[in-house]
């Protein structure tokens, strides 16, 4: 499966499961389907693409992973 579909399909589990999390009336509904929605769309938006970096630089793999790690952590942090 090519990266760029996975990180689609993650993407649209990720809203998916933000926008499911937002019709619910449920605390405990709430946290399923936000959490298992959102949870599930960004890891399958994040292994893509440090997949991908570790192909582009290879001599580099734990500088740029410390940089989409940093910029995920960063992405939530600002999100959430």
Do not use: E
């Not at 993407?11 to 019709?23: D, E, F, N, R, Y």
């Not at 440090?50 to 999100?79: C, D, E, Q």
């Amino acid at each position: 499966i090519p990266p760029r579909f996975v990180i689609l399909i993650g993407g649209t589990v990720m809203v998916s499961g933000i926008l499911v999390g937002s019709l619910t009336t449920t605390f405990y509904n709430f946290l399923i389907t936000y959490g298992c929605g959102f949870g599930a769309g960004c890891g399958l938006a994040y292994f893509p693409a440090v997949m991908s970096s570790w192909t582009y630089f290879p001599n580099h793999k734990g500088r740029i992973s410390g940089i989409i790690f940093g910029a995920f952590g960063l992405g939530s942090a600002i999100f959430n």
